[in-house]
């Protein structure tokens, strides 16, 4: 896997989890660990709610729309913060790109 | 037949377990006996330095000293080797065959020492030589009734994390006992070797679980650290829960990885976790236990030992 770059993700993108990682609640959000790479990443709850909807792979797009939803936003007003949120999870391979 | 509470367990045992504290008889939750161990598990898949677990099978061999297969978190079988010191063999037992038992039962078991707090447990963790024994033995001198020292189980069978009374008696190091004027306290060295005694602390609270009020990452004032209390981001505290786990190593190769994950966030979500960060002397120990109080009362937890002692 490359490196991950914000721009080369688009809304037909498939992200997917990899790797070890597992999670949990934290009430304001959720930590995630990997054991083989003995990694911690601490997400907001939207992170954490995101994490979540990616149990099952989804496109970028599908996963804005969704989003949007849930906040009442518009997928526009979410991409940019989800694309750079998706970037950083992919480049410490917790997520993989298709 | 004797009988002690150790975290919160009624253990029988047939061994005298010296540094616990005895409890009257009862059916006990927990057997120790002596009995045959066999020297491997078959089929065993799992294989670390001194150990091997199979299902809810963990059997640990400490060369010259014993072999123990702790079971199901319900018992614990100790083999003495030839010419073992009966009182090394329990070194072990209090402290990793109990440790795993606690795990087996779904525990979360931190390296950590406990006071009571009102009706409430504050936690003190960090590696070996952070101070641990040293804050909880002052705290008790100052009135807050000790609950655990050295390790601390931690269930969430309620839904909240409770802790568990230990029942063992404070370790410190020499230095430190010194320093707190309880050496006329001082019992047996625990082991020849190690310079450790086992002071039985002033007042217990051998017979109440305590809901977690805080957890403290005990650290010492570097450059990197300023001296203080602060409450950890979700990663760190997650980390740092995980790095003071007692017996680490064990933890994530019995298939609890997840399982500890999920206990460290419900400890931030249901109390809180926070770096606490101490002077290097051991004489500002009341400054440190100021800053304590402090929190205690921000945190909506009032100090119960509002009682001054003047030394």
């Known amino acids: ?98 | 037949m004797r009988h002690y509470r150790i975290g919160g367990l009624l253990v029988e045992s047939d061994l005298a377990l010296q540094g616990a504290i005895p409890a009257p008889p009862g059916p006990g939750d927990v057997a120790v006996r002596l009995s045959d161990v066999p020297r491997a598990l078959e089929g065993a898949p799992v294989v670390g330095p001194q150990w091997m677990a199979l299902g809810d099978r963990f059997l640990l061999s400490v060369p010259t000293v014993a072999r123990y297969l702790v079971s199901g978190g319900r018992e614990i079988a100790i083999e003495l080797e030839p010419g073992a010191e009966p009182g090394d063999a329990v070194v072990f037992l209090l402290g990793t065959a109990f440790g795993v038992l606690q795990l087996q039962r779904g525990r979360m078991v931190l390296h950590a020492s406990a006071v009571a707090v009102g009706a409430k447990a504050a936690l003190f963790s960090g590696p070996s030589g952070a101070g641990k024994s040293t804050l909880a033995a002052a705290l008790n001198r100052r009135g807050y009734p000790c609950v655990s020292d050295d390790v601390c189980g931690i269930d969430f069978s309620s839904g909240a994390p409770v802790v568990l009374p230990d029942g063992r008696m404070l370790k410190l190091w020499a230095d430190a006992v010194s320093h707190l004027e309880m050496g006329e306290r001082q019992g047996p060295a625990i082991r020849r070797q190690l310079d450790k005694y086992y002071i039985e602390p002033e007042s217990t609270a051998v017979d109440r679980d305590l809901p977690v009020g805080a957890v403290y990452m005990l650290r010492v004032e570097s450059s990197a650290h300023e001296a203080g209390i602060r409450r950890l981001g979700n990663a760190d505290a997650a980390a740092l829960l995980r790095r003071n786990a007692y017996r680490s190593g064990v933890v994530g190769r019995i298939g609890l990885e997840g399982e500890y994950l999920r206990s460290s966030s419900a400890l931030q979500r249901q109390a809180g976790v926070f770096s606490l960060t101490r002077p290097f002397e051991l004489t500002a120990m009341p400054e440190v236990i100021g800053w304590l109080e402090d929190h205690w009362r921000a945190l909506g937890i009032p100090p119960a030992a509002e009682r001054v002692s003047e030394r």
């Open chain 1, 1 to 98: 896997m490359g490196r991950a770059r914000a721009n080369d993700i688009r809304a037909e993108t498939t992200i997917s989890r990899t790797g070890d990682w597992l999670s949990a609640d934290t009430g304001d959000g959720a930590v995630m660990m990997s054991p083989s790479a003995a990694q911690y990443i601490g997400l907001s709850s939207t992170g954490g709610r995101i994490w979540e909807l990616l149990a099952r792979p989804r496109t970028f797009g599908d996963l804005c729309a969704a989003l949007a939803d849930e906040y009442e936003i518009t997928a526009a007003d979410a991409e940019p913060d989800v694309r750079q949120f998706i970037a950083s999870l992919a480049e410490r391979g917790a997520l993989a790109l298709a």
